[in-house]
């Protein structure tokens, strides 16, 4: 059974997060990649950080009817460049009507607008649904070292420091940096669709000083542990 002891290093916020464990990783040289425990140690400290950095939450999406989220599909630039091509193209039919070309064009052209709109509305509904599910997530629980004891708080209590420690099968609470590690690995093909786990080892690599997906020292939120 992995077992691993982690430092929240930022909070889910998505993968637009991944510029600033970019900065962080590159902040420490190779000597340095396994990092210093600076866990919380009392209640007023844990209070200030979540004042400061805020709940250990997903950014809230404002929310409208999908038929604006369709229209908006459907009249993006390229959109509107074939609408107005389908246009002239009927237009030309029209100013000659032997020709049917014209007029198969700009049918195929608006059959090209609806089905790329639709397709991209629905890519887009997965992926909202998706944000929801990891909002569920942010109800569950998760172990932390706290006064030199672990503790079980919510996973939307973390705060920035706190030294969370989990096993296998449980769900990686936050975007964390790893810095001791037993058989480790995570499923990240909710995030990158890779199918096979990735295995965390507690230190960065070369790859992962550039690209925080590739770090062997890097878990992100709601990722599996295997």
Same mark, same amino acid.
């Not at 250990?56 to 009249?75: A, C, Q, R």
């Given at each position: *059974?992995?077992?691993?002891?982690?430092?929240?290093?930022?909070? /889910?916020?998505?993968?637009? /997060?991944?510029?600033?464990?970019?900065?962080?990783?590159?902040?420490?040289?190779?000597?340095?990649?396994?990092?210093?425990?600076?866990?919380?140690?009392?209640e007023p400290v844990v209070e200030k950080?979540?004042?400061?950095?805020?709940?250990?939450? *997903?950014?809230?999406?404002?929310?409208?009817?999908?038929?604006?989220?369709?229209?908006?599909?459907?009249?993006?630039v390229f959109a509107l460049l074939l609408w107005v091509g389908g246009i002239l193209a009927v237009i030309g039919y029209g100013l000659n009507t032997e020709d049917t070309s014209n007029l198969w064009l700009g049918i195929v052209l608006w059959i090209v607008v609806l089905i790329t709109g639709i397709f991209a509305f629905w890519q887009n509904s997965k992926s909202d649904d998706i944000i929801e599910s990891f909002k569920s997530f942010q109800n569950a629980k998760a172990m932390v070292v706290r006064h030199g004891e672990?503790?079980?708080?919510?996973?939307?209590?973390?705060?920035?420091?706190?030294?969370?420690?989990?096993?296998t099968g449980d769900k990686v609470p936050a975007d964390i940096r790893v810095f001791e590690a037993n058989a480790l690995s995570v499923n990240n093909s909710g995030l990158t669709g890779e199918s096979e786990p990735v295995k965390l080892t507690g230190q960065c690599g070369e790859k992962g000083f550039e690209t925080p997906l590739e770090a062997k020292?890097?878990?992100?939120?709601?990722?599996?542990?295997?």
């Open positions: *059974m992995a077992t691993v002891l982690t430092t929240v290093v930022c909070f /889910s916020v998505s993968l637009l /997060s991944s510029a600033t464990l970019a900065a962080f990783v590159r902040k420490r040289p190779p000597h340095r990649q396994r990092c210093r425990c600076f866990a919380t140690t009392d950080r979540k004042e400061r950095y805020g709940p250990n939450t *997903m950014p809230e999406k404002k929310k409208h009817h999908w038929i604006f989220d369709l229209i908006h599909e459907l009249t993006s672990k503790v079980e708080v919510n996973v939307k209590d973390l705060v920035l420091g706190d030294v969370v420690t989990f096993k020292n890097i878990a992100f939120f709601s990722t599996l542990c295997v």
